[in-house]
């Protein structure tokens, strides 16, 4: 059976399709490449460039290679982006979901998987945070997140459809085969802008803050691995196919990092020491926030398989390389073309 992945030519997106055509799936990826990247859409997988929001478009792709479950990734993602542009994050992330779930249920297609993101939780009372957590998302990013998951939800009781949403905490590394990575530091992520660090492509990084209540003083946060990710939508697309019903569940290690463990670990796994420019902390940043994922590991057997920091740093720094030292650099320059 063909799935249809929407974003596939981002860094989630093309880790999953990677892993689908890896265990023998079909795989189309439907994106406008405004912030993803066609080198990363893995060459067997058939590329369809538009909009989610085009309907003719979406139905005439689902007829046309008989689609049965969609993977929506698509959506702007940055935090502060979306503070500072809040209609462009509801256009984008829900009005044209909205559009995109209509045509997905007009069409006929039994199974959704819809990328959300911890930020539904806001700042979180305690760690490990489980599904039950209060939402209370403290962004219009977060907040566009947990209006198509509620969409989602009451889509389904009157659609002939099965919906799953996965929250993903801290997303980091690469493809441990060099498939496919982070191409851009949108957003600032630790582990990207420490190995564009550590392979001289930036003069230092930032550090927001090292007086929280913590063991070195820095944040922790639940960093999972972007190969472990993927195979959560294979084991969730597993679970719809043998009847499973709508859920939401965390995607992350279970364990958390703190900053300054991040900058060690990519420290010491390049051999290259670079500045940490410590600054005043972010306003709204939780001193820890780790996932429990309880759910996925029983209702899904799904376990990380790439659980260690050196594995995700590791992975991490050799893509980096791999930009720096090959034609792929020039991906962060065409991403959005």
Same mark, same amino acid.
């Given at each position: 059976?063909?799935?249809?992945?929407?974003?596939?030519?981002?860094?989630?997106?093309?880790?999953?399709?990677?892993?689908?055509?890896?265990?023998?799936?079909?795989?189309?990826?439907?994106?406008?490449?405004?912030?993803?990247?066609?080198?990363?859409?893995?060459?067997?997988?058939?590329?369809?460039?538009?909009?989610?929001?085009?309907r003719e478009l979406v139905t005439r792709t689902i007829q046309d290679h008989c689609i049965r479950a969609v993977i929506h990734l698509a959506a702007r993602t940055i935090v502060p982006d979306s503070v500072a542009h809040p209609a462009e994050y509801y256009r984008i992330n829900v009005a044209k979901t909205q559009t995109l779930l209509e045509t997905v249920a007009s069409a006929g297609v039994p199974h959704v998987i819809f990328s959300s993101s911890a930020a539904v939780y806001g700042n979180p009372a305690a760690s490990p945070v489980p599904e039950t957590a209060a939402l209370q998302p403290i962004?219009?990013?977060?907040?566009?997140?947990?209006?198509?998951?509620?969409?989602?939800?009451?889509?389904?009781?009157?659609?002939?459809?099965?919906? =799953? $949403?996965?929250?993903?905490?801290? %997303?980091?590394?690469?493809?441990?085969? #060099?498939?496919? +990575?982070? !191409?851009?530091?949108? /957003?600032?992520?630790?582990?990207?802008?420490?190995?564009?660090?550590?392979?001289?492509?930036?003069?230092?990084?930032?550090?927001?803050?090292?007086?929280?209540?913590?063991?070195?003083?820095?944040?922790?946060?639940?960093?999972?691995?972007?190969?472990? =990710? $993927?195979?959560?939508?294979?084991? %969730?697309?597993?679970?719809?196919?043998? #009847?499973?019903? +709508?859920? !939401?569940?965390?995607? /992350?290690?279970?364990?958390?990092?703190?900053?300054?463990?991040?900058?060690?670990?990519?420290?010491?796994?390049?051999?290259?020491?670079?500045?940490?420019?410590?600054?005043?902390?972010?306003?709204?940043?939780?001193?820890?926030?780790?996932?429990?994922?309880? $759910?996925?590991?029983?209702?899904?057997?799904?376990?990380?398989?790439?659980?260690?920091?050196?594995?995700? !740093?590791?992975?991490?720094?050799?893509?980096?390389?791999?930009?720096?030292?090959?034609?792929?650099?020039?991906?962060?320059?065409?991403?959005?073309?």
């Amino acid at each position: 059976m063909t799935v249809l992945i929407t974003g596939g030519a981002g860094y989630i997106g093309s880790h999953v399709a990677l892993c689908l055509l890896d265990h023998d799936e079909e795989a189309i990826v439907l994106d406008d490449l405004s912030t993803g990247c066609k080198h990363l859409v893995p060459p067997r997988a058939r590329f369809v460039r538009g909009d989610i929001a085009d309907r003719e478009l979406v139905t005439r792709t689902i007829q046309d290679h008989c689609i049965r479950a969609v993977i929506h990734l698509a959506a702007r993602t940055i935090v502060p982006d979306s503070v500072a542009h809040p209609a462009e994050y509801y256009r984008i992330n829900v009005a044209k979901t909205q559009t995109l779930l209509e045509t997905v249920a007009s069409a006929g297609v039994p199974h959704v998987i819809f990328s959300s993101s911890a930020a539904v939780y806001g700042n979180p009372a305690a760690s490990p945070v489980p599904e039950t957590a209060a939402l209370q998302p403290i962004s219009p990013y977060g907040r566009s997140k947990l209006m198509v998951e509620w969409m989602l939800e009451d889509m389904t009781r009157s659609d002939e459809m099965t919906a =799953v $949403a996965l929250r993903y905490f801290n %997303v980091a590394g690469a493809d441990p085969l #060099g498939r496919s +990575g982070q !191409v851009s530091a949108a /957003g600032n992520q630790i582990v990207k802008t420490a190995v564009q660090a550590a392979c001289g492509m930036r003069d230092g990084i930032d550090l927001y803050g090292d007086d929280y209540s913590t063991p070195d003083g820095t944040c922790i946060r639940d960093y999972v691995h972007v190969s472990d =990710v $993927a195979a959560a939508h294979l084991a %969730v697309l597993r679970y719809m196919r043998r #009847g499973g019903g +709508g859920a !939401v569940f965390n995607i /992350g290690s279970g364990h958390g990092t703190s900053v300054w463990g991040i900058i060690e670990a990519v420290k010491r796994l390049s051999g290259c020491n670079f500045p940490v420019r410590i600054g005043p902390r972010r306003p709204g940043d939780p001193a820890a926030v780790v996932a429990d994922t309880a $759910a996925m590991r029983m209702m899904l057997r799904w376990r990380p398989a790439y659980d260690s920091l050196n594995e995700i !740093v590791g992975d991490a720094l050799s893509w980096e390389r791999r930009l720096t030292d090959s034609h792929f650099g020039e991906m962060e320059r065409v991403s959005a073309n």
